[in-house]
């Protein structure tokens, strides 16, 4: 059973916008860090935002910076990935990982970082 579960992917052309979920049925994330990762065909599961245990802190990829926002609503139990002007590269499967064990002051951008995992989404940026 996964702990997290991501939602929001689908097929979108270049220029447009999708907002992926994370959410949870079991554990709060609202006291855990989260990233979000994404994996293409043939390349490395990669961070591209994550926000920090307390939320005070986030963090994006360079490769992603200015288009992609993290957020958080605590009223939902949700984090949100914002992804704008999205483009053929960011075709991916999306990931959310929390880290329900430790407290990150700077959240990481690492795989290893986070113990629980999502099914993942399937984002695809085509015209």
């Known amino acids: 059973q996964w702990q997290v579960v991501e939602s929001g992917g689908g097929l979108v052309q270049p220029g447009g916008s999708l907002r992926l979920s994370c959410t949870s049925s079991a554990v709060s994330l609202a006291t855990s860090a989260i990233g979000w990762f994404r994996q293409a065909p043939g390349k490395e599961r990669e961070g591209v935002a994550c926000?920090?245990?307390?939320?005070?802190?986030?963090y994006i990829a360079d490769s992603v910076k200015g288009r992609f926002i993290i957020s958080r609503d605590y009223a939902k139990n949700t984090v949100h990935l914002q992804m704008n002007d999205l483009k053929s590269e960011d075709t991916a499967v999306y990931y959310c990982a929390a880290d329900l064990k430790t407290f990150q002051a700077r959240c990481k951008m690492v795989p290893e970082g986070y113990g629980s995992w999502g099914q993942g989404t399937q984002v695809t940026v085509s015209a």
């Open positions: 926000s920090s245990t307390d939320g005070g802190n986030t």
